[in-house]
T-cell receptor, first 117, second 113 residues
Framework: AQTVTQSQPEMSVQEAETVTLSCTYD???????LFWYKQPPSRQMILVIR??????QNATENRFSVNFQKAAKSFSLKISDSQLGDAAMYFC??????????????FGTGTRLTIIP | DTGVSQDPRHKITKRGQNVTFRCDPI?????LYWYRQTLGQGPEFLTY????????KSRLLSDRFSAERPKGSFSTLEIQRTEQGDSAMYLC???????????FGEGSWLTVV
């Protein structure tokens, strides 16, 4: 079984500043994927960034980057140059990788990010 | 690509009534997932389909819940004899086998009064 823990229920950051959201996970699998999803109020959940466990290099997508520490089972999300549109609930999630395809996602409880103008 | 579509977006029902939600996945996505999300929590897996075959069901899916995907395209999630504890957002998601990204719909909010 996989578990995902997000210990920060709420975070806030000044616009244009940098913020880091924490996530730890537990799994007995050797091959898995980790994700950060963003859920704006009353809007659909969208993928922010994805990390394959077998890759040592941290994933980066524009202003979003991760710090993947496999031994510590830690997967934090850094948002640089925060923008008002980044305000949302952020979920960390994991899934087992099997045969190219992954099955169900296991989510954390989320971190609500507020951007202060 | 129109994205994952869910209907209705909001449903208020009286306890004991039956409700049905529909999900239209992204075209050519053969995998379809249902999740449940309660306030302040992350989504929890309910069930998923590979084409028309239901491959896994969570223990959260009690006997009152049934999901179908008869032609391997759209899916329905029916809740019979609703209870107040069923109040939640029901999320549908889809993906193509071999790809790693799951795409979510906007969800269907259920309120049982």
């Amino acid at each position: 079984a996989q578990t995902v823990t997000q210990s920060q229920p709420e975070m806030s950051v000044q616009e244009a500043e940098t913020v880091t959201l924490s996530c730890t996970y537990d799994t007995s699998e050797s091959d898995y994927y980790l994700f950060w999803y963003k859920q704006p109020p009353s809007r659909q959940m969208i993928l922010v960034i994805r990390q394959e466990a077998y890759k040592q290099q941290n994933a980066t997508e524009n202003r979003f980057s991760v710090n993947f520490q496999k031994a510590a089972k830690s997967f934090s999300l850094k948002i640089s140059d925060s923008q008002l549109g980044d305000a949302a609930m952020y979920f960390c999630a994991s899934t087992i990788a099997r045969n190219f395809g992954n099955e169900k996602l296991t989510f954390g409880t989320g971190t609500r990010l507020t951007i202060i103008p | 690509d129109t994205g994952v579509s869910q209907d209705p977006r909001h449903k208020i029902t009286k306890r004991g009534q039956n409700v049905t939600f529909r999900c239209d996945p992204i075209s050519e996505h053969n995998r379809l997932y249902w999740y449940r999300q309660t306030l302040g929590q992350g989504p929890e897996f309910l069930t998923y389909f590979q084409n028309e075959a239901q491959l896994e069901k969570s223990r959260l899916l009690s006997d009152r819940f049934s999901a179908e995907r008869p032609k391997g395209s759209f899916s329905t999630l029916e809740i019979q004899r609703t209870e107040q504890g069923d109040s939640a957002m029901y999320l549908c998601a889809s993906k193509r086998t071999g790809e790693n990204t799951i795409y979510f719909g906007e969800g269907s909010w259920l309120t049982v009064v």
